[in-house]
């Protein structure tokens, strides 16, 4: 029963992790940006053979570059009950940390909190989350249940270059919104080691039951999805037939071409015998 009732919501897109578009995002010392496209065209020609995680709603740290950093992030969810808050940390050619963080050899997320306001206006109220996870294993010493530990110097972290990193935080109890709720994200980056901090990342949110990177897209949206690439293979089938007749057509061809000669040799060693 679960198994068709989780199957319907896959589709229905219940599942698939919503990135909101950030309305406020700050920083203790850095400028922190967000971008609505889904694409960056100028860093695409910039970078062409660079490949990024980032989407509509990624957060871009820049000027100043302190060793330590407190991103917040308030997000305006919409209606909705969520059962898990994703940070996608997303990489880029102009991180001078392994293409990953803004200075070190690697990233360390020491803490992640997050407050709720139901109205938008109230002062929000702290949301606990109860468990951590990473879509990438983290580097020794730096579990993803790090960041709910309460200590400023531990944390998840990855050392060098790296799949783009997921970290999924499960809140403790599911949290409703409305379409006027505000929920603020704090990343705290306090580790010991020097500007490692992230420097591109979205935030997402999840009504699945169990959240994993890769939710489900709406069925409509993954046929989508694929229906370029199955009007290019249906190009290609267009074309291929000709080729391959025409390849089919010169072997016959040859094929009768040999076939006569050898009866006409035959032919002629019989008139030699008789």
């Known amino acids: 029963m679960w198994e068709k009732e989780t199957l319907a919501r896959a589709n229905a897109g219940d599942l698939a992790w919503k990135f909101p578009i950030p309305t406020v995002v700050s920083a203790n010392s850095a400028t922190l940006t967000v971008r609505t496209a889904d694409v960056d065209t100028e860093e695409q020609r910039a970078h062409p053979n660079v490949t990024t995680t980032g989407g509509a709603g990624l957060v871009v740290a820049s000027g100043p570059n302190p060793d330590n950093e407190t991103y917040f992030v308030t997000l305006k969810p919409g209606a909705g009950v969520w059962t898990s808050l994703g940070i996608e940390v ?15 050899d690697r990233f360390v997320i020491s803490e992640v909190e997050a407050t709720y306001s139901p109205d938008g206006r109230r002062t929000g109220k702290k949301t606990p989350f109860v468990f951590a996870y990473s879509t990438v294993p983290p580097t020794t010493g730096f579990p993803a249940m790090a960041v709910l530990d309460g200590n400023p110097k531990t944390g998840f972290g990855i050392v060098g270059r790296a799949k783009p990193p997921f970290l999924i935080l499960r809140f403790a109890q599911p949290l409703r ?3 006027a709720s505000t929920l603020v994200v704090q990343v705290h980056q306090d580790s010991d080691y020097r500007q490692a901090t992230i420097g591109r990342f979205r935030v997402a949110l999840s ?10 897209k709406p069925k409509a949206d993954a046929v989508k999805d694929a229906k370029p690439v199955a009007e290019e293979a249906k190009a290609e089938l267009k074309t291929a037939p000709p080729e391959q007749d025409t390849a089919s057509a010169q072997d016959q061809a040859a094929n ?14 019989n008139e030699l015998f008789t």
């Open 90 to 104: 997303d990489t880029g050619p102009a991180l001078p940390g392994a293409d990953i963080s803004r200075g070190s």
């Open 177 to 179: 919104t409305s379409a």
């Open 207 to 216: 009504s699945g039951m169990y959240s994993w990177d890769n939710n489900p």
């Open 256 to 269: 009768a071409r040999k076939e006569k000669n050898r009866s006409k040799g035959r032919a002629e060693r």
